[in-house]
């Protein structure tokens, strides 16, 4: 039986019909890199409903339901869960809307947004402790570092790297493993960006409604900031970025957040974070375009590719990447402030 009849019967079973009621419209409700769908339902009578579509056998639905448990009692918005059949793997939810951050951001609306959605992961930070998420720890880290070498560049460039650059690649993994795994741990959501904030404002508890948190971990404290403020899919000056970060950083230290006292040293820290994460992107966006047949994110690359050039060409420590990066794309090196 399909995906969609199993569906279709289930949600009549949450809304039961009166005789004389039309059938609950469904609609998809928004894109997934993952194998679940999610579809905004709307019965005849009362508010429009969520469902998630996870296949059992592709997806698991508790992590969703725990994590969503932590980060409500940590005080922020998040879907509420209104029913649930974890055999099937589907979940009834509240509707946060369909205005994402990414919708409503520009210049004039930006401050407001993200000082929001800076007080929403401070109070996650916060709430956090360990032994109840997944660590973030090294094997986790350094496979997904993996699929820069795998995918973007075997499979999305079509390269094979000579063994003195798959040495260089080696070195510069270490050196940003040994930072990442330094840095104080706490709640990561670990896709806390854009199109996973939405706009409810006016709602309780505030803005943003918080989505798409499943896979979060116990890991770095600068890896939801810089996946914030350098997002794949959104970007700004840096000077308007250093000010965001900063604010972040100011509402950490207030909030007794593990964070170091100079801001010089957070934001090191911050940058080698992201090289990590924008490293695993370009493999994530590679895979979804050559393994999964989903080719929308490669326009969102040359931003990733941006990010990771920039903070290359800023440390000594990561040059050989930004000398690799260089010979992938036969372009020639680039002299950079280094530190």
């Known amino acids: 039986m399909s995906r969609t009849v199993l569906l279709r019967a289930w949600l009549d079973r949450q809304f039961p019909r009166q005789r004389n009621d039309t059938d609950i419209r469904?609609?998809?409700?928004?894109?997934?890199?993952?194998?679940?769908?999610?579809?905004?339902?709307?019965?005849?009578?009362?508010?429009?409903?969520?469902?998630?579509?996870?296949?059992?056998?592709?997806?698991?639905?508790?992590?969703?339901?725990?994590v969503a448990a932590l980060f409500r009692d940590a005080g922020v918005h998040v879907p509420e869960v209104l029913a649930r059949?974890?055999?099937?793997?589907?979940?009834?939810?509240?509707?946060?809307?369909?205005?994402?951050?990414?919708?409503?951001?520009?210049?004039?609306?930006?401050?407001?947004l993200y000082r929001d959605a800076n007080a929403a992961l401070v109070g996650i930070q916060c709430a956090s402790y360990p032994g109840v998420l997944p660590d973030y720890d090294r094997a986790l880290l350094e496979r997904e570092l993996?699929?820069?070498?795998?995918?973007?560049?075997?499979?999305?460039?079509?390269?094979?790297?000579?063994?003195?650059?798959?040495?260089?690649?080696?070195?510069?993994?270490?050196?940003?493993?040994?930072?990442?795994?330094?840095?104080?741990?706490?709640?990561?959501?670990?896709?806390?960006?854009?199109?996973?904030?939405?706009?409810?404002?006016?709602?309780?508890?505030?803005?943003?409604?918080?989505?798409?948190?499943?896979?979060?971990?116990?890991?770095?404290?600068?890896?939801?900031?810089?996946?914030?403020?350098?997002?794949?899919?959104?970007?700004w000056e840096e000077e308007m970025e250093l000010d965001c970060v900063i604010r972040y950083w100011e509402m950490a230290r207030r909030a007794a957040l593990p964070v170091s006292d100079d801001f010089d040293a957070f934001y090191r820290d911050y940058e080698w974070m992201g090289a990590q994460r924008q490293l695993k992107v370009l493999g994530i966006f590679a895979r979804l375009c050559h393994?999964?047949?989903?080719?929308?994110y490669l326009k969102d690359m040359p931003r990733v590719m941006a990010y990771l050039r920039r903070t290359c060409q800023r440390y000594r420590a990561l040059t050989p990447l930004a000398r690799l990066l260089d010979q992938l794309e036969n372009r020639p090196a680039q002299n950079g402030l280094t530190f």
């Open 146 to 235: 993996q699929l820069f070498p795998d995918w973007y560049v075997t499979r999305h460039l079509g390269a094979a790297l000579e063994p003195g650059q798959e040495t260089a690649l080696r070195g510069v993994f270490e050196t940003l493993l040994a930072n990442n795994l330094a840095q104080a741990r706490v709640f990561v959501h670990r896709d806390y960006h854009s199109r996973n904030l939405m706009v409810v404002d006016g709602a309780y508890p505030a803005n943003p409604g918080i989505l798409d948190f499943q896979d979060a971990v116990y890991g770095p404290i600068t890896y939801d900031p810089v996946s914030l403020y350098r997002d794949a899919y959104i970007a």
């Open 85 to 112: 059949d974890l055999e099937q793997g589907f979940l009834l939810l509240s509707d946060l809307g369909n205005t994402t951050y990414l919708d409503a951001l520009d210049a004039a609306s930006a401050p407001a």
């Open 291 to 296: 393994r999964d047949g989903k080719d929308g």
């Open 26 to 66: 469904i609609e998809p409700a928004s894109a997934d890199a993952s194998f679940r769908r999610y579809f905004r339902v709307t019965p005849a009578s009362g508010a429009s409903r969520i469902v998630m579509d996870a296949p059992p056998d592709l997806e698991d639905c508790r992590p969703f339901l725990r």
